[in-house]
């Protein structure tokens, strides 16, 4: 397995880029995540110019973009089930996305979007049925992205809040780039058994590592986050698991990536 880290826990702005990757590779990490929405005002219309911009600082310190988060962040407009124009635009939004990740050699994208998944009364079959035909034109148009679906916790939203409830959901169905986020802090939240998940663990491409609120791992959940590592070992997972942790109290940046690594590379690897 190999280490990650999302750069929501640094500052935010363009002019900060050069700096996260920077101390990134100074610790030896070659995996980052990014929410592009930290840096431009709206992501899915950056010019080429910033696109090459950020493939050269990823170049230049050695760097792979694993995935991009935190997708609608700067539209919250867009919705999957607060009519069919709303719908529309998300899925246009995402495609844009896919696109994006492709033109930055990214494989994954996550969507959580928990702003997104109002419900409006609506029963369960027809949120699946919703949600199965996005998802259907997500994967043609996703060009070999993984496109992973992120549980939320309740407190967040009130669809898909496990990882048993997505795997549900898709696990019929014919899809080739739609898959599931293992997020270790949902996992808490929700208070999922581990064993179900990896009893699915053919819809994981991609891993998130964090405590409730996005605090760094670890205590008090050691036992999970160790007990989640092992399973992915055995399982032969090879693929990156992102530190997604903010700096709540505002810690010496450096200090505080400095923490992480070391915190990630104890449970993770």
Known sequence: MKIAVS????????????????????????????????????PTEISNEDIKWLKLM??????????????????????????HRKRKDLIDYLKKYCELANNLDCQNIVFGSPKSRTTYGLNRDELDKIFIDVLYE?????????????????????????YMESALLIGNEN???????????????????????????RHIKHVHAGNPSLKLPGSPFVK???????????????????????????????????????IMRELYG
């Not at 750069?7 to 929410?35: C, M, R, T």
């Not at 949902?186 to 009893?199: A, H, K, L, Y």
Request: net charge negative.
């Open 7 to 42: 750069n929501i826990l640094w500052k935010k702005g363009k002019q900060y880029i050069p700096e996260f990757f920077s101390a990134l590779s100074n610790h030896g990490i070659d995996g980052v995540e990014l929410a592009l929405s930290c840096f431009w005002e709206e």
């Open 58 to 83: 990823l170049s230049s310190y050695q760097l792979k973009l694993v995935s991009l988060h935190s997708l609608t962040y700067s539209r919250p407009d867009l919705e999957l089930f607060g009519g």
């Open 175 to 201: 899809f080739k780039n739609i898959f599931i986020q293992l997020d270790v802090r949902s996992i808490i939240e929700s208070r999922e058994g581990i064993d179900d998940i990896f009893q699915n663990y």
């Open 224 to 262: 999970i986050h160790k007990s989640i590592s092992k399973k992915l070992t055995s399982l032969g997972y090879d693929g990156y698991i992102t530190a997604e942790v903010l700096n709540h109290n505002e810690e010496n940046m450096q200090k505080y990536l400095d923490k992480t690594v070391h």
């Open 138 to 162: 997500i994967d043609k148009n996703a060009n070999s992205i993984f496109f992973n679906i992120e549980p939320l916790a309740k407190n967040y939203c009130n669809y898909l809040n496990s």
